[in-house]
């Protein structure tokens, strides 16, 4: 993939323009030389940034521009828009935000405008999609320069729509400045991202930023709870979904297995019944959000009950394994406090036993782990702990601190083994028929970071080896 605005040298090319932003792990300033031999036609820096004189020499002997700014995420928007002649302001763009339920119910927006005929893009952490062409995601929020690009292609394409999942730091870190939004949902919101914001309010102020780029006129649909008004001091007029009687979309839960749920939505005070794979009461909510909106943008239930009931899921989430000993289980991305007790406590029902294997993200949010330790106790009759990316902490203290609130009687409960494969496998050999394993964390990711090593590793591989009983 080439850009023409780039802040990765990957993707400079003959004639690109390459900005040098300072993260959190690398500095721009160090790859400009790269982007230089690249083909860079333009280098952009930050005002307050230092450059040696060589590479100064470098730029005016090689006729590269060279360009101080007073900001450079903001220049990267600008410049990636300019680039492509503003493609976001050509497209209806949805916006997905919250911190659970974002991935599954930006899938289910993009499936059920599709259904509908709507020729529509997905946005997500998991996949980048324009019609048969898949792009590779590694953020949940893509940055500026590919953000733009992936618009461009839309309109080439002749998208109408992007479903499209925005986080917090994509609002924080200027990824989605200058973009309206045609509509927004907001699913919820808990503890996550200590490690980038100082506590609730900072975190739930940069959702409130996401939500105040929508257009004038565009709906925004909030599922129930605590945080509702909240949104509607932000935002105006809401449209809410939820399980109490006065919400705009009403739901009542019918039924449920481990495999399905019947449920009933209101919508426009009329009742209609969905058939889904997507169990538990937060899943109804995702539901519920997504039938909203796209009501809103004039998708008629009828059309709606038939992409729901086809919808398999998203990759990631909620998938599950029946294995050879007659044990099943479920690999999903869960990895806050919230999201496991809302799991949890669902399979809990319909396990014989119930084991979780998982392991806390290393360089991120330390206040949570503690939190995610004692739901799994809560709720689980034997957790297994291993790593979950831990980057440059030692793996020994990551599962101490994630045992530090257990009693002596539910530290017995638990056994530490790094290596995830072995944790799995662990997890396997001591099930029997009617146990249920919770693999959570890493879904849909294909590696381990541990250090700077980025190892190879699937927890849908694993449990497929398992499945086809190859050796461990």
Sequence with gaps: MKLRVSSHTDYVYPGSTYVAISGKQFNGLDFIEEAISRGAAKIVIQKDAQISTSLQALCTKKNIALECVADARAALVDLSAHAYDYPAKKLKILAVTGTDGKTTST????????????????????????????????????????????????????????????????????????????????????????????????????????????????????????????????????????????????????????????????????????????????????????????????????????????????????????????????????????????????????ARRLTVVFGAAGNKDKGKRSMMGKVAADYCDWTILTNDNPRHEDQRVIMEQIMSNLTSEERDRVFCEPERRSAIFAAYKGAQTGDIIAVLGKSGELVQIIGDARVPHSDQQVVDDIIMQKVF
């Design 107 to 350: 899938y289910l927006l993009y499936h059920i405008l599709k259904k509908a005929g709507k020729k529509v893009a997905l946005l997500t952490g998991v996949q980048n999609i324009i019609g048969d062409q898949i792009f590779e995601s590694t953020l949940t929020t893509a940055k500026p320069d590919f953000l733009h690009y992936f618009f461009h292609e839309c309109v080439q394409a002749g998208m109408e729509y992007v479903a499209m999942e925005v986080s917090a730091q994509a609002s924080t870190l200027h990824r989605i400045d200058g973009i309206e939004f045609a509509g927004c949902i907001f699913t919820n919101l808990a503890r996550e991202h200590g490690e980038d914001y100082r506590d609730l309010e900072e975190y739930f102020a940069a959702k409130c930023d996401i939500l105040q780029q929508k257009k004038p006129d565009a709906p925004v649909v909030v599922h129930d709870g605590p945080w509702v008004e909240r949104v509607k001091q932000c935002v105006g007029v809401v449209f809410k979904c939820g399980f109490a009687e006065h919400s705009n979309y009403q739901i009542i839960s019918l039924q449920e297995t481990l495999n399905a749920q019947l449920l009933e939505i209101s919508i426009n005070k009329k009742w209609y019944q969905f058939d889904t794979v997507l169990i538990g009461s937060y899943n109804a909510l995702n539901i519920a959000g997504a039938v909203a909106l796209a009501y809103a943008m004039g998708i008629p239930p009828e059309t709606m009950i038939v992409a729901v009931n086809a919808f398999t899921g998203a990759p990631g989430r909620l998938e599950r394994f029946m294995l050879p000993n007659g044990s099943m289980a479920i690999v999903d991305y869960a990895h806050t406090p919230q999201a496991y007790a809302a799991l949890l406590s669902r399979l809990k029902k319909y």
